[in-house]
Nanobody, 125 residues
Framework: QVQLVESGGGLVQPGGSLRLSCAASGRTFSSYAMGWFRQAPEKEREFVAT????????YYADSVKGRSTIFRDNAKNTMYLHMNRLKPEDTAVYYC??????????????????WGKGTLVTVSS
């Protein structure tokens, strides 16, 4: 089992940048596909990005593609999401997600094995 703890959320102005972190417990971090989902108020949880076990391949939702970067440091058991050019519609609770034994996370929440508790990102002036 793995435990996930997000950090880095907060209030950001439109057009600004933010880096979220996800620290994972356990010795087998590198065997998990990792990723991020988000949930805005009164909306369903949606896929943001995923990264393969070795960080070699990534995949992004269209809504964040081109202004977000997901990466991981297996030596530190930590995954990151760097977001640029933030928009008010990026406001949401961002959740770290992990699944063992797969190349990537699915783009639906159903396929995720482990979740963090989330970190709130608010984009507002």
């Amino acid at each position: 089992q793995v435990q996930l703890v997000e950090s880095g959320g907060g209030l950001v102005q439109p057009g600004g940048s933010l880096r979220l972190s996800c620290a994972a417990s356990g010795r087998t971090f590198s065997s998990y596909a990792m990723g991020w989902f988000r949930q805005a108020p009164e909306k369903e949880r949606e896929f943001v990005a995923t990264i393969s076990w070795n960080g070699g391949t990534t995949y992004y939702a269209d809504s964040v593609k081109g202004r977000s970067t997901i990466f991981r440091d297996n030596a530190k058991n930590t995954m990151y999401l760097h977001m640029n050019r933030l928009k008010p519609e990026d406001t949401a609770v961002y959740y770290c997600a992990a699944t063992r034994g797969v190349a990537f996370l699915t783009t639906t929440p159903d396929g995720v094995e482990y979740w963090g508790k989330g970190t709130l990102v608010t984009v507002s002036s």
